[in-house]
């Protein structure tokens, strides 16, 4: 009776480690190592992701927007639309722009613009800057 309560205990234990180990490597552990070639294409698949999206959102802007924070220049301005577009951005595009920028800075390419932008867009003149920063990285590589 000790033997089998031994061996029911062993393999109890080694299903566990397992399981933590499974566990580990699919979510906390070592990520596979992207190429060069992997992330600047990646960046670039990004990057114009972006631009297909603020294009998209630009063709169905409604005509009378109302303004939400003025500014001297048109392009700074930030619209009822503009505060939808940034939840969109939020939600869909700055998970991976995040990733992106981390694997970039691994490898020592930054870019102060993203660094600054990124979390904060307030509207497709954000957005597209955000696009061109990832080109520009994406470049560099």
Do not use: C, W
Request: aromatic letters at 8%.
């Amino acid at each position: 009776m000790e033997i089998l309560y031994f061996v029911v205990l062993v393999a109890a234990a080694a299903a566990g480690i397992f399981g933590v180990a499974t566990t580990m490597r699919r979510f906390g552990g070592a990520r596979h190592r992207l190429t060069r070639p992997e992330l600047r294409n990646r960046a670039l698949e990004e990057s114009r992701s972006l631009f297909r999206f603020v294009e998209e959102r630009e063709v169905v802007r409604p005509e009378h927007d109302p303004i939400i924070k003025d500014h001297e220049y048109s392009h700074r301005r930030v619209t009822l639309y503009d505060e939808e577009t940034q939840r969109i951005y939020l939600e869909e595009h700055l998970p991976q722009v995040a990733d992106l920028r981390e694997l970039f800075a691994k490898r020592q390419v930054r870019n102060r613009t993203l660094d600054d932008l990124y979390e904060s867009v307030e509207n497709d003149a954000d957005i597209r800057t955000v696009s061109t920063a990832l080109e520009e990285m994406a470049e560099r590589i």
